[in-house]
T-cell receptor, first 115, second 110 residues
Framework: GAGVSQSPSNKVTEKGKDVELRCDPISGHTALYWYRQRLGQGLEFLIYFQGNSAPDKSGLPSDRFSAERTGESVSTLTIQRTQQEDSAVYLC?????????????FGPGTRLTVL | GNSVTQMEGPVTLSEEAFLTINCTYTATGYPSLFWYVQYPGEGLQLLLKATKADDKGSNKGFEATYRKETTSFHLEKGSVQVSDSAVYFCALSGTYKYIFGTGTRLKVLA
């Protein structure tokens, strides 16, 4: 079946512009996660959705970052007034449930470059 | 809080050499442990996992054993191939979110 998809695959924007990143999880997966991977670094957790609610937004770096999810489907991560330090690969993952035993399946990521 | 520490790379090996990538963790409770691999130009893929102490995860010739007494989950492979060149991430899962290590780049030379 189809895996997690993300769009766009690459996004180049100018400092100060807003960007929207999209994630389509695996059908039937109730949990969805956003992570950020800066060059040469590990993954930072940003936000987690269970259905369309977000019990944990603790990883969002600032109030310029927001995310929403429609039902148990598409999620959008929005970054307002982008800064150069926002340049990174943004990864989305989904899992069937949210227990520690559930494997997270990752999308290919969106590479964001802020000039 | 929970954390994962893995050896820094890059690791450069000749084909058919033995591979060990060290991973240690700090966690409350009993997390699941994972190794993910990121091949050049591709997304993260689950390589193997272990859900309780003394479990051994294995896949594609790679193995890792969940050692609670040493809080470790070292990745091993007996004979690496050029196609194993990638970045390897150790991760632990608490109640839901993953905590990742910083990744170890492996380069295998023919």
């Amino acid at each position: 079946g189809a895996g997690v998809s993300q769009s766009p695959s690459n996004k180049v924007t100018e400092k100060g512009k807003d960007v929207e990143l999209r994630c389509d999880p695996i059908s039937g997966h109730t949990a969805l996660y956003w992570y950020r991977q800066r060059l040469g670094q590990g993954l930072e957790f940003l936000i987690y959705f269970q259905g369309n609610s977000a019990p944990d937004k603790s990883g969002l770096p600032s109030d310029r970052f927001s995310a929403e999810r429609t039902g148990e489907s598409v999620s959008t991560l929005t970054i307002q007034r982008t800064q150069q330090e926002d340049s990174a690969v943004y990864l989305c993952a989904s899992s069937p449930g949210t227990g520690g035993l559930d494997t997270q399946y990752f999308g290919p990521g969106t590479r964001l470059t802020v000039l | 809080g929970n954390s994962v520490t893995q050896m820094e790379g890059p690791v450069t090996l000749s084909e058919e050499a033995f591979l060990t990538i060290n991973c240690t963790y700090t966690a409350t409770g009993y997390p699941s442990l994972f190794w993910y691999v990121q091949y050049p130009g591709e997304g993260l893929q689950l390589l193997l996992k272990a859900t309780k102490a003394d479990d051994k995860g294995s896949n594609k010739g790679f193995e890792a054993t969940y050692r609670k007494e040493t809080t470790s989950f070292h990745l091993e492979k007996g004979s690496v191939q050029v196609s194993d060149s990638a970045v390897y991430f150790c991760a632990l899962s608490g109640t839901y979110k993953y905590i990742f290590g910083t990744g170890t780049r492996l380069k295998v030379l023919a």
